[in-house]
């Protein structure tokens, strides 16, 4: 997983052409290791931090922290890491392949989930960035804390991402190779800064023999999985721009690694979450939790300014992952737009959305609680994928996934009037069964959610509801054999129907 895009690549500046067809073979410069850069330069930030401090908010101790981060990123990392090969494969956005697995007009469920996500996430890199970049520049330079200097903060973080966004992959990946280094290099200044304080005896709440231990421990699993799970969308944004003949091991050894190196934002937030709850435990409160002022009430002085670089950088790379996906997908699903068209579109509405978020509503404390919903529903679509891709052997038709970006009828992925009801149904069904499971302590319980004992079983609910749903669908009802390769299907049956060719 090593080196660098080819020579020919077009320079920084260069307005990004392409939008959701499919890339011309001589454009795809880009390598496995700009994939890792990229997935993880998004989550190398302080949104990923204050997720990472959930599980002291739940009440766990920092070892029992510890490990459910490492459960949840492990876990999350391998669901994810098959994502990546869709778009090296086709060419395109996961949006777009899921024609295959969804239908024509199905596919427009991995949009709709994708603009939520990273709506969702959008805003928590821009409401955490900016809120300690205030709050740095208040200690250091007795910047005022008020509504105007916040949102002059949220406003030029969402103005610089989105010309970010507007220019595509290639300046986006330029600030991914900036902000992976940097980012990290300033992750372990902050090592330095809270390591005399630091101490992984902090108890937590409770011990393992009370009946809150599992539901709490599982629900901070679940939220630390709901990062890397939340790039499933995005994925073939990025990995479009690899060769169709890159190895898929390094493709998908690329998406897992960049996952598991989260670790680094994920234990700052939760070793200095501990040592908050110790010295600032006001902060840590779970009915009003401040991650981001009582990372400021603790740390040293010398570390505000590293804590503001932190802020800037890392607001910039995720906001970019985020939103340039979200134009991309936009302008797949109103193909009148350009990508271009699109990103501003979207950027302008997200911004929107940020600031009456920050100070029309109070969504700023219940964005776990969407974000964990988002995942909930978006893990099924990425499981009928999965398996769609399995069974298929990994062949597509780069044509007949077009069809709905072109306004055509028709084509191997046509089903029923451009609708895959086999895919639509496990999906639909398992995001529902995963809803009514879904249990975060203090935050959302969905009417079956305490019928585990209070634990969080939605995720692993879904995902086996879908799988087992949509692998009976293909055996009970096959699809059309001219939806598999020459080599045929994997595993499941097919039907000897015809398939309507395209038309306009």
């Known amino acids: 997983m090593a080196g660098d895009t080819l020579s020919d690549k077009p320079p920084l500046t260069e307005v990004e052409s392409h939008g959701i067809e499919r890339i011309p073979d001589a454009d795809r410069t880009a390598t496995p290791f700009d994939l890792f850069r990229l997935a993880f330069g998004g989550a190398n930030t302080f949104s990923t931090c204050v997720l990472g401090a959930f599980p002291i908010l739940f009440g766990l101790s920092f070892w029992q922290g510890l490990a459910a981060t490492l459960l949840g990123v492990l876990a999350g990392a391998l669901i994810l890491c098959p994502m990546a090969l869709f778009g090296p494969i086709n060419g395109t956005n996961n949006a777009v392949s899921s024609s295959a697995h969804l239908g024509v007009h199905g596919r427009v469920v991995g949009s709709f989930l994708s603009l939520l996500t990273a709506v969702a996430f959008f805003s928590l890199a821009v409401w955490s960035s900016g809120d300690a970049l205030i709050g740095g520049a208040h200690r250091l330079f007795g910047l005022e804390r008020s509504t105007f200097?916040?949102?002059?903060?949220?406003?030029?973080?969402?103005?610089?991402?989105?010309?970010?966004?507007?220019?595509?992959?290639?300046?986006?990946?330029?600030?991914?190779?900036?902000?992976?280094?940097?980012?990290?290099?300033?992750?372990?200044?902050?090592?330095?800064?809270?390591?005399?304080?630091f101490d992984p005896s902090y108890a937590g709440a409770f011990t393992t023999d009370t009946t809150l231990f599992w539901p709490s421990f599982i629900g901070s699993a679940l939220i630390v999985l709901a990062n890397p799970v939340s790039f499933g969308a995005f994925l073939g944004d990025w990995s479009r721009y690899i060769p169709a003949h890159a190895p898929r091991r390094r493709v998908m050894g690329a998406a897992f690694l960049s996952q598991v190196a989260t670790?680094?934002?994920?234990?700052?937030?939760?070793?200095?979450?501990?040592?908050?709850?110790?010295?600032?435990?006001?902060?840590?409160?779970?009915?009003?939790?401040?991650?981001?002022?009582?990372?400021?009430?603790?740390?040293?002085?010398?570390?505000?300014?590293?804590?503001?670089?932190l802020a800037l950088i890392g607001g910039m790379s995720t906001g970019t992952t985020a939103l340039y996906g979200t134009g991309l997908d936009f302008s797949s699903v109103f193909p009148r737009l350009s990508r271009v068209q699109a990103t501003v579109f979207i950027g302008v509405l997200s911004i929107v959305f940020i600031f009456l978020g920050?100070?029309?509503?109070?969504?700023?404390?219940?964005?776990?609680?969407?974000?964990?919903?988002?995942?909930?529903?978006?893990?099924?679509?990425?499981?009928?994928?999965?398996?769609?891709?399995?069974?298929r052997r990994g062949w597509y038709d780069p044509e007949a996934l077009q069809v709905f970006n072109r306004r055509q009828r028709g084509g191997r992925y046509w089903f029923a009037h451009g609708w895959n009801w086999r895919g639509m149904t496990a999906w639909w069904v398992a995001a529902v069964v995963g809803v009514l499971f879904t249990n975060i302590p203090g935050q959302f319980v969905g009417p079956l959610g305490d019928l585990a004992g209070g634990v969080d079983i939605s995720l692993p609910l879904s995902i086996a509801v879908a799988a087992v749903l949509?692998?009976?669908?293909?055996?009970?009802?096959?699809?059309?054999?001219?939806?598999?390769?020459?080599?045929?299907?994997?595993?499941?049956?097919?039907?000897?129907?015809?398939?309507?060719?395209?038309?306009s």
């Open 263 to 309: 670790l680094v934002p994920f234990l700052f937030g939760l070793a200095t979450a501990s040592i908050i709850a110790t010295k600032a435990p006001a902060y840590v409160d779970p009915a009003a939790p401040d991650f981001v002022g009582g990372l400021l009430a603790i740390a040293p002085q010398w570390f505000f300014l590293p804590m503001c670089l």
């Open 470 to 503: 949509f692998l009976s669908l293909l055996f009970a009802f096959p699809e059309p054999r001219a939806v598999y390769g020459p080599d045929g299907p994997r595993l499941v049956p097919v039907a000897d129907v015809a398939v309507p060719a395209i038309t």
């Open 149 to 197: 200097s916040f949102a002059v903060a949220y406003a030029l973080f969402a103005c610089l991402v989105l010309v970010v966004c507007v220019y595509g992959f290639r300046f986006m990946l330029f600030v991914n190779k900036v902000a992976v280094t940097s980012a990290t290099a300033l992750f372990l200044v902050g090592i330095v800064a809270f390591a005399g304080d």
């Open 358 to 391: 920050r100070f029309g509503f109070d969504l700023v404390k219940s964005i776990s609680t969407f974000a964990t919903m988002i995942i909930t529903c978006t893990t099924p679509w990425m499981v009928v994928m999965m398996l769609g891709l399995f069974t």
